[in-house]
């Protein structure tokens, strides 16, 4: 039995969920800015680069996880 | 219907995140202990040395947090944020996916962005930067191996996108299985580019200065002036040891995303009457 999109047990995928409208890209733009950044801290600052200067607190909190993620570290 | 499914992806990463967590702290943090224990007795062997020629060593810079914090809580905190930050990237890019991917079904749709958020995020761009432990490193070359690093994870994402969009073009000219060849040829080729361009992190300039021309940063036998050997090069053992369970944590990171995330997300997005009728008929 095939599963074309007539029969009862497929489900309906032939429209996008989401299509280009404000409310979606600002929603789906904002969950990717804020897991880059979430990122960002984990993996690069106070190493790389750094916002808050010369400080190394959050480079040496997230040290072991930054050196098993694969981020470059000291 | 998306908030909800990039609720569920931050909440499945988060939770995929403590799995890696669990296994890091079994198995990765013996490894990391030796590591700085080896880092430790290289800089106390090169103090001596440096004493012996009449050069005051540095001081070693204070520790802010224990050695336990950072295994306990550092680690977990990173890799729970880590996974949460890969769940939401993970949710977006399958929110985008829904139906613009014929007829995959939504569970195997998860499987799919999960296998290529490793591969994008992570196992690429490990090919040519593989992850380190703590001692293997210059502090002088931190920013290009961090600009590095970062380029490539950007191009491999990058490059993924791309070449999903150039299959589905393909597709319709080629049929899907040579579509998905071509394409990914494409992908390695691109990749591989960049990776040829890209520096091995042994051959950046300071590094040619102070060490000679080696391929990597992973420390050599420390010599006295007269070419003994006093302190040993870092272990090859612990260094597989500690990238393969890298990759392992990676893997189980992932295959938990894709694997919770399936299930939540086709009851999200499968009608009732649609479900019962299947169940019906054991699909
Ligand atoms: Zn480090």
């Not at chain 2, 990463?13 to 967590?21: M, T």
């Not at chain 2, 977990?76 to 929110?95: D, E, N, P, S």
């Not at chain 2, 019962?276 to 699909?283: H, K, P």
Request: glycine share 10%.
């Amino acid at each position: 039995m095939s599963l074309s999109s007539a029969s009862p047990l497929a489900v309906p995928l032939s429209t996008p969920l989401v299509t280009v409208q404000v409310r979606t890209v600002l929603l789906l733009a904002g969950t990717a800015f804020l897991a880059l950044l979430a990122y960002y801290f984990i993996g690069v600052d106070e190493g790389a680069m750094s916002v808050f200067g010369k400080s190394t607190m959050i480079h040496e909190f997230f040290h072991d996880g930054r050196h098993f993620a694969g981020f470059p570290c000291h | 219907m998306e908030k909800k499914l990039i609720g569920r992806g931050v909440l499945v990463g988060a939770g995929s995140g403590l799995l890696a967590f669990v296994f890091a702290r079994i198995f990765a943090e013996p490894i990391i202990s030796k590591a700085i224990a080896y880092e430790s007795g290289r800089d106390a062997a090169q103090a001596l040395l440096d004493r012996a020629s009449g050069i005051t060593p540095e001081a070693a810079g204070s520790e802010i947090f224990s050695r336990t914090i950072q295994a306990d809580i550092g680690l977990g905190v990173g890799l729970i944020l880590l996974g949460a930050a890969m769940g939401a990237l993970f949710a977006v890019a399958y929110v985008i996916c829904l139906g613009r991917t014929g007829r995959v079904r939504p569970r195997q749709l998860s499987l799919l962005v999960a296998t290529g958020g490793f591969l994008g995020m992570f196992l690429v761009p490990f090919i040519k930067y593989p992850a380190n432990p703590p001692s293997i490193g210059h502090e002088d070359t931190i920013q290009q191996r961090g600009a590095l690093y970062l380029i490539l994870v950007f191009c491999s994402v990058l490059f993924l996108v791309l070449a999903v969009m150039l299959g589905q073009r393909l597709g319709k000219r080629f049929g899907n299985w040579n579509a998905s060849l071509l394409a990914g040829a494409a992908y390695v080729v691109a990749v591989g580019i960049v990776m040829v361009i890209e520096p091995s992190l042994g051959h950046l300039h300071n590094n040619i200065a102070e060490y000679g021309r080696h391929a990597t940063e992973t420390p050599l036998p420390l010599r006295d002036p007269h070419g003994q050997i006093v302190y040993p090069g870092f272990s090859a053992d612990l260094l597989f040891s500690f990238r393969f369970y890298s990759v392992a944590a990676q893997l189980i990171l992932w295959a938990a995303i894709g694997l919770v995330f399936a299930p939540l997300a086709e009851r999200l997005l499968t009608p009732d009457e649609v479900r019962s009728r299947r169940e019906a008929v054991g699909v």
